[in-house]
């Protein structure tokens, strides 16, 4: 398979940034993580992972270590009030997480409380440059500060892949590669964006028009996304 198909080696190939982050060196600390972590590995084998994390680099991370497989998109705050649900929002994170049959989840430390026990996690606030992964009985750093090569040679204008990429929490909808390939780059034309775009990256994506017009199609143009965050 072409390796730009899939929606973070695209991004990468686009020269962009994620405050001041190079998106290259994000989705290649997210290759290593998966490399060199064994019981993430396993923690992912024939089931999928989810992101728990507001917006910011560490998304990209977890993007790309997700393993190829559909990446569950958990809104911080709207799981920590509890939602439409009104449930304690530990109970309702792990009733989605059981629902989802997720291996593992991409988070940070502040929002470790929210956590089911016995659920592998990996925590992103030190990334691009390490990671702390907890599955499987063991608790380890990861170093991704040496980041493995990424092959990034492929068809810049391809179709995206037919798979999964992202399931949205709050509306159950289901995005490929493709799709979202595919709706980044009308954004990208609709809005005329070039290289030199600052856009801002407001929430946690809840739609596909959405994520196209904050994330993606300015990092398909090589421009520069912010949060307004620390970087």
Do not use: K
Not at 68 to 78: I, K, N, Q, S, Y
Not at 126 to 142: I, T
Not at 150 to 168: A, F, K, V, W
Not at 192 to 221: C, G, I, K, M
Request: hydrophobic share 45%; proline share 9%; with cysteine.
């Amino acid at each position: 398979m072409d390796p730009l198909a899939l929606l973070p080696y695209a991004l990468a190939a686009a020269g962009g940034r994620v405050n001041g982050h190079e998106v290259t060196a994000l989705v290649a600390a997210g290759t290593t993580l998966l490399q060199r972590s064994a019981p993430l590995v396993r923690a992912l084998a024939g089931r999928q992972s989810a992101v728990f994390l507001p917006p910011g680099p560490a998304w990209m991370v977890a993007l790309a270590a997700s393993d190829g497989r559909a990446m569950l998109v958990l809104d911080p705050g709207e799981v920590a009030t509890g939602g439409t649900t009104g449930a304690p929002p530990a109970d309702q994170l792990e009733a989605t997480l059981e629902a989802h049959d997720i291996g593992a989840v991409f988070t940070g430390r502040a929002l470790l409380p929210l956590m089911p026990p016995d659920v592998p996690y990996v925590l992103l606030d030190d990334a691009p440059r390490r990671a702390r992964v907890c599955a499987n009985g063991r608790d380890r750093d990861v170093d991704l500060g040496t980041h493995f090569a990424l092959d990034l040679i492929g068809d810049t204008n391809g179709g995206g892949s037919p798979e999964e990429c992202l399931r949205l929490a709050r509306s159950g909808e289901v995005l490929t590669h493709a799709d979202i390939l595919g709706a980044g780059r009308r954004a990208m034309q609709a809005l005329r964006l070039t290289p030199v775009h600052r856009t801002v990256w407001p929430a946690v994506p809840a739609s596909l028009e959405q994520f196209a017009h904050d994330v993606v199609a300015p990092l398909l143009v090589g421009g520069a996304v912010e949060t307004g965050g620390p970087a």
